[in-house]
């Protein structure tokens, strides 16, 4: 695992416009923030606050219109989408609220496909691994409409760990699941990230997701309001002396 004082994340006085038929539109302004190799970030705020575009901008998916940002030490600013999704393909990994799962393809061939793309070798036997880590090991040739919401999130888990990414970005990983199935998906996500020293980064409106988080963020109008350090709370779902991936999945309900 990385060393926690190893900055994975930077950025600087970053600002993102729009222009529309008659203004612009500012959706962030002045964003500065460093994170640590390692390190569990969630990003709160209202609806429409930015906090989505933000993630975006992170993770190299969009550029800003000033400001820099730096993953890995590669300056995600200065590039083009090609040289973004070379930098994204070594080092990042994503689960969406909508999963995002191609639905031509199994359970095996959703969880490959990044690996394949970044020419891992022993892709389908990662994979198959990470599926029975994730307790789906029956179901790796079941296609996405033969799954639950909280199946097809599993199989976006375990595709977002396939490359073993240095960061993993998350947006709403929770949001259309069911409370229960909810719980389960966020200890199976912290558990991952704490096997694999993955640092995390999310954006949420659950508060009891966000306080899982070492440090969370809070984002208003397109700035950045307020910072502050959690003491990771623990639940009866995520005890001290946490269980293993594959243990935890033992009790979710399809």
């Known amino acids: 695992m990385k060393l926690k004082s190893d900055i994975i994340l930077k950025v600087s006085d970053l600002a993102k416009s729009v222009k529309l038929e008659n203004h612009i539109l500012d959706l962030l302004s002045e964003i500065n923030l460093a994170v640590s190799a390692g390190e569990t970030l969630a990003i709160v705020g209202a609806s429409g606050s ?7 901008l992170l993770a190299g998916l969009d550029l800003p219109s000033s ?4 993953l890995k030490g590669h300056a995600l600013h200065t590039m083009d989408e090609e040289q973004r999704s070379a930098v994204r393909a070594q080092h990042v990994g ?3 609220q909508q999963f995002l799962l191609v639905n031509s393809l199994t359970a095996l061939e959703n ?3 990044p690996a394949e793309l970044a020419n891992m070798e022993n892709a389908e036997e990662r994979a198959k691994q990470l599926l029975e880590q994730v307790d789906l090991g029956e179901r790796i040739n079941h296609f ?9 999130q599993r199989v976006a888990i375990a595709r977002a760990f396939i490359t073993q990414p240095d960061i993993l970005f998350a947006d709403e990983p929770t949001g259309n699941l069911d409370s229960n199935t909810g719980k389960h998906i ?11 020293g993955t640092t995390l980064i999310l954006v949420t409106h659950d508060e009891k997701l966000a306080a899982r988080c070492g440090r969370r963020i809070v984002v208003d109008s397109g700035r950045l309001v307020t910072e502050t350090s959690n ?4 639940t009866s779902e995520a005890p001290k002396a946490a269980a293993s991936a594959s243990d935890t999945l033992r009790t979710v309900n399809e």
């Open 50 to 56: 930015g906090k989505t575009t933000l993630l975006s």
């Open 67 to 70: 400001g820099s940002i730096e």
């Open 94 to 96: 994503f689960i969406f």
């Open 111 to 113: 969880v490959m496909l």
């Open 144 to 152: 996405p409409s033969q799954m639950s919401g909280g199946e097809q």
């Open 186 to 196: 966020t200890k199976l996500l912290f558990d991952l990230n704490k096997e694999n």
């Open 231 to 234: 003491t990771p709370i623990e």
